[in-house]
């Protein structure tokens, strides 16, 4: 169980310093609310997320063993998020499947190398958002996409801790260019839980590094009060969502195909620029109370992966990045297809 415990405490830790923001730090809650929401308890939004994170838990407990062609449908439906490229390469994907060709655990190595060379690339093409702030949002897809190959290369390569430690500097670079430091907590993410799985003899050093790394990366997010006030937004985000989207959802399945779902939520409350919206945000928009079911087929995807080390580190990863950036489209593709390709070996 130990993936269940590890994604309880990072979800237990977000919610206590969302409410600590919203609730107890007058100076916080101001800042949060600045931006034009009403004051609120989010007592709704606190509860909802208790009730969807049960489900999440029932899911994970419930034992169920994912069909491949649930998980191949799957990741062919959420593919028509951003058509034709994506279904193209789904069905490149489920034809690796068939052939019994796995590329999480053949080309590793060509995802760390892409992830790293690509973004200085598009650097020097479009700008560097961190000194050019107008192309921020122009490049986040292309980033996203890179950063959570940069965790798939994290947690399926076997280059020794050490190499991929001299990586981990790189890509924290790389990234903090493009100014989305949650892109550096992911590849972080996925770094530390590939070497404490893997390398249990190394783990106090993995502990020690891996404290330094991530207080480094509050130090780029802008200490402790702008991680804060982050965290408040987001679930006060949610709980506004909550509230408009009880009790048969909002969006009824487009937030979840869309290709830009964080500007589709920004601009339900007269905003122009992408909101975060939290990990359960998307279900409870698209489906109101029947998002539980997602909430709980996402625990079983959790239960599933704990069968490999590797894909226990991917999914870990990218599902606590959620935590704060919510669901979406590409992120559950980076859950489920290495959960499809994980069968292969089962199969061995």
Known sequence: MRGLKIFSLAFFLYMLLSLYANYFDPELRAIIYSRGFEPSLVVLGTLTAL???IAFVMGYLSGISLPEWLLMGLLLALSFYDPPVAPVLALLLL????IGLDPFRKFPDVALALSLTVPPLLYLHY??????????YTLVGPLVLLALLAAVGMSYSTLPVKWKTVLLVAYTVVFFLGTFRSLVLLVYLAYFFSAYFSSPGLRKEIWALGIGLFGLILWMSGGLEALMIRVGFTFLVFHNLVRLSLPWGLFHGALLLSDNPRHMVSEIFGASFNYSYFFFGQAVADFGILGLMEAFLFGTF????????????LVLSVM???LDSGVDALTAIFIITPLLFEKLHIKE
Request: positive net charge; glycine residues 4%; hydrophobic residues 40%.
């Open 302 to 313: 959790l239960r599933e992966s704990e069968k490999s080390p590797r894909a226990l580190a």
């Open 127 to 136: 700008g560097v958002p961190l000194f050019t702030r107008e192309i921020r």
């Open 320 to 322: 606590i990045y959620s």
């Open 51 to 53: 009730l969807f994170f």
């Open 95 to 98: 034809i690796s499947y068939k």
